[in-house]
């Protein structure tokens, strides 16, 4: 059961976001694709600056050691590795497509990883430039990064958001960001050129819209309670609660929310928390306890509980991929989402079976178009794996470092 409320934002926002709701291609500002100007002699459609177009996806996998803080980007079309400024001690790493941030103690690190895509919806442009280390944004290791094609959100533990411009990392530099009034619960995602953000109210949380500036256009009447974890869909932005979901998107000038609940009553240590999908994808997955993955159709409002072995990551590519789950036997499986049943399994990937390093950081699986990634940190190996044959190991990538940390960009 879905339950969905429109909200119109107040006057000025909802024209603001008609109209850039009409823009086309050529009115892409914020993504470096606009051409130079509308005159015969502008350059290209697409062009960017110092950076090279191509027909397919450039991916690129970006890997640390925390131990040593010995940092890598992989090329997954040349399979050359380039090396990159250590960063030690990191926790986790973020990517929004192109920019990897690396958690740590003494800040967050930005590295481009030099690939990334422009998604106008009728077409994409796909770009490779030189890898380069960006530098650091002043904020602990568990602040939160959410970005868009315009701004970068760092949401610190205590809830200030700090908005970063992105075309200034763009161009490789890190400018001063502008500070939102408040603070908020959670992530604040920008979606739609506005933010997205759970405001603490009288004990109870509410979604509210922020612009840009951090001023509220719309307040839906809707309540999540203990929100966590968030995901960008094509359908719009997916935010966790206690019971299961909120569907945020925009239709005819105004943000639309629906509630897609789990249906019954789910104990906290089986909720889902964290979301992994091929990006844009509307499958998501998410762990449902130690022993299980909840799939979540955005397109059917549904949630699927699929019964595993003891889960260290899982993820999907969708539309009718299989469910990929690595389980604590070192292996990657494969698992039908409508039915649960196991179609297929490698043999073990990580090296002891081990279920996380000693920093307690657990492999994770990426996923893209055509191929999955599984990071194998003790035997220092990425694995490449074609999820549509039966998880055949299509290619293993033997690495100088241990990749106890790893993100795919170019997607």
Not at 235 to 248: F, N
Not at 362 to 367: S, T
Request: proline share 5%; aromatic share 6%.
């Amino acid at each position: 059961m879905t339950v969905s409320r429109n909200v119109t934002p107040w006057a000025s926002a909802a024209l603001t976001l008609a109209a850039l709701l009409g823009t086309g291609c050529a009115a892409d500002k914020a993504d470096g694709s606009r051409s130079a100007a509308s005159s015969p002699s502008a350059t290209p459609h697409g062009y960017v600056e110092g950076a090279q177009e191509a027909a397919e996806q450039q991916s690129r996998l970006l890997l640390n050691d925390p131990g040593s803080g010995s940092t890598r980007v992989l090329d997954l079309i040349t399979g050359k590795v380039h090396t990159t400024a250590q960063v030690k001690g990191a926790v986790r790493i973020g990517t929004d497509g192109r920019f990897g941030y690396l958690h740590a103690s003494g800040g967050i690190h930005v590295l481009d990883s030099g690939a990334w895509m422009v998604d106008h919806g009728d077409h994409v442009h796909y770009y490779s430039a030189a890898v380069r280390d960006v530098g650091e944004l002043p904020a602990r290791s568990r602040a939160q990064v959410r970005g868009d094609a315009a701004v970068t959100a760092v949401t610190d533990e205590g809830g200030r958001t700090l908005l970063y411009d992105r075309g200034k990392l763009e161009k490789g530099r890190i400018a001063s960001p502008r500070t939102l009034p408040g603070t908020y619960t959670g992530a604040v995602v920008p979606y739609e050129e506005h933010l997205l953000a759970f405001s603490d109210k009288g004990g109870t949380t509410e979604l509210v819209v922020l612009d840009r500036k951090g001023e509220r256009v719309a307040a839906p009447d809707v309540e999540c309670e203990q929100p966590r974890g968030d995901a960008v869909t094509r359908r719009g932005v997916i935010l966790g609660c206690a019971g299961g979901a909120l569907l945020v998107r925009t239709e005819d000038g105004a943000f639309t929310v629906e509630e897609v609940p789990y249906g019954k009553d789910v104990p906290a240590r089986e909720r889902a928390t964290s979301f992994r999908q091929r990006p844009g994808s509307d499958t998501l997955t998410a762990p449902a306890g130690s022993d299980a993955v909840w799939v979540l159709d955005v397109t059917e409002r549904t949630w699927t509980r699929v019964d595993t072995g003891p889960v260290v990551a899982a993820n999907t590519a969708g539309e009718g991929s299989p469910l990929l789950v690595l389980e604590s036997d070192g292996s990657l499986h494969g698992y039908d989402i409508a039915t649960g049943k196991r179609t297929a399994r490698t043999k073990p990937l990580l090296t002891g079976g081990k279920r996380a390093g000693a920093d307690g950081n657990a492999p994770v699986i990426e996923v893209d178009r055509s191929r999955a990634y599984v990071n194998d940190p003790e035997g220092k190996k990425v694995f490449e794996i074609d999820y549509n044959d039966g998880l055949r190991i299509a290619r293993s990538f033997d690495l100088d470092v241990k990749p106890v940390l790893m993100a795919e960009t170019g997607r």
